[in-house]
């Protein structure tokens, strides 16, 4: 007769850990995997830290200034796949020139443009100081306009930014509505994906291929 209180306690004991199952924590999320722009950034940060490491005598980040981003910009001008034309070229300012000639091939403005751009966001995730940021150096926006301006005459491509139309009033929103907010959104839809196409384009350790557009 005393046995039985006994058993039914341990009976109690045993059942009483499943609901105790509620009380331990929840699994960890799955996290996303990075977006297109996370991996390119990742990887332009990579190729430009392997760069230091290589340079003679090897840099570190703490002493890179805008002169050396400068001189990793040209660098890279070597696996570019855009054609510049010299000014002693006939094809000079053509932008659809006839037949091929022995101007080099350089990195597209574009590209460097958004490549910068990366590393500058790169530069600050990284635990770098703003006001010492190198890739956003007065230098090194000089460079990037001096760029801009001179592979726009020697490719006859203008380089404009395009300015975003500014969105009607609330209170004037009515019946135009369809009309005027299309329009914006057609404008964002594009540049949204031409800034995309720019910033998918990879830059390998090896290959360093920061293509043209």
Known sequence: MESAPCRSGAGEGSSSSPRGDPDQPPPAPVRAPPSRYESQKRRDWNTFLQYLRNHKPPLTLARCSGAHVIEFLRYLDQFGKTKVHNAGCAFFGHPNPPGPCACPLKQAWGSLDALIGRLRAAYEESGGRPEANPFAARAVRIYLREV?????KARGIPYEKKKRK???PASASGSGQSSGGGGGGGESSSSTAAASAVGSRPVG???LSVRGV
């Open 205 to 207: 350790v090896k290959a």
């Open 166 to 168: 500014r969105q009607p």
């Open 148 to 152: 801009r301006e001179s592979q726009a």
